[in-house]
């Protein structure tokens, strides 16, 4: 097993940040076809530099580790993997400047499978067709990108669990900002999308602070962080935290902050 990053995105070296094939679509595809049946998925990319640039494919197993991040492996995760079922357009592609296209793949459950749910990875990796090239007695490197494109399928025909446990409560300051932060781990053994709704209550019972998230995805096994502004904030004070998943599933989370 082998740690390679731990976020959808990242960039290896550049001489200009918009020299680049993008990913227009989604960062995560959800399917949520029977055992038997068939879905093809459509990833649209877009050249923006000026020069043509090459696109390979690729696909790789992962976990998710609540300290880490996505942990990417060498081998297929037999028992959690949807990877031996997806068939792609191609596996490579040159894009001509200013070029926007749509890239297909095709995912097969077969119909003895009985899990709750399956994951994989799409890498889509680009760089300039020339790796360097000398200018003004400097030489300078293409742009190399990598995008991670999970793709999450749950069985509606197996008994699926979501179970979102707030599992540590911390308080951090990110850029002169004060935050308490819930760390939120899903317990269960499917994917679901959720909002949170968090409070901070005063010994009367006031609400002195309400901040409702944005809607994230959340895998099993994975966590997912909520926060709030508490500038400026002492004394004790109640947190309550409301996640709300896409299905209309509560999850409360209540603890007595000391600030």
């Known amino acids: 097993m082998r740690t390679l990053f731990f976020s959808c995105f990242f960039l290896f070296f550049s001489f200009a940040s918009n020299a680049q094939v993008v990913v227009n679509s989604g960062l995560t595809e959800s399917v949520f ?4 049946g068939s879905q093809t998925l459509t990833v ?9 640039r090459r696109v390979t494919f690729d696909l790789s197993d992962y976990v998710n580790d609540c300290e880490e991040g ?3 492996i060498d081998s297929i995760d037999t028992k959690n993997s949807c990877l031996p079922w997806i068939e792609l357009e191609n596996e490579e592609l040159i894009l001509t ?7 297909l ?6 119909p003895t499978f009985t899990g709750p749910s399956a994951k994989t990875c799409l890498f889509v990796n680009n760089a300039a067709l020339i790796d360097s090239v000398q200018e003004d007695g400097m030489l300078r490197f293409g742009v190399q990108i990598r995008y991670g494109i999970n793709i999450l ?8 669990e979501i179970d979102l446990y707030a599992q540590k409560l911390s308080i951090d300051t990110v850029a002169f900002q004060t935050l308490a932060k819930v760390s939120i781990l899903n317990r269960g053994n499917a994917s679901t999308n959720f909002t949170s709704k968090i409070d901070i209550i005063n010994k009367t019972g006031e609400i002195v602070r309400s901040n409702t998230t944005k809607k994230q995805t959340i895998q099993p096994q994975q966590c997912r962080t909520v926060s709030i502004n ?5 004394g004790t004070y109640e947190i309550l935290v409301v996640n709300e998943t896409s299905d209309g599933q509560l999850f409360g989370f209540t603890d007595v902050l000391n600030l």
């Open 97 to 103: 400047p200013g070029e926007e296209r749509e890239f």
């Open 33 to 36: 076809i029977t055992p038997g």
């Open 153 to 160: 399928y749950t069985n509606p025909k197996a008994n699926s």
């Open 44 to 52: 649209t990319l877009k050249n923006n530099d000026t020069q043509p």
């Open 70 to 72: 996505y942990i990417y």
């Open 230 to 234: 508490i500038n400026d904030l002492s």
């Open 105 to 110: 793949l095709q995912l097969t459950v077969p």
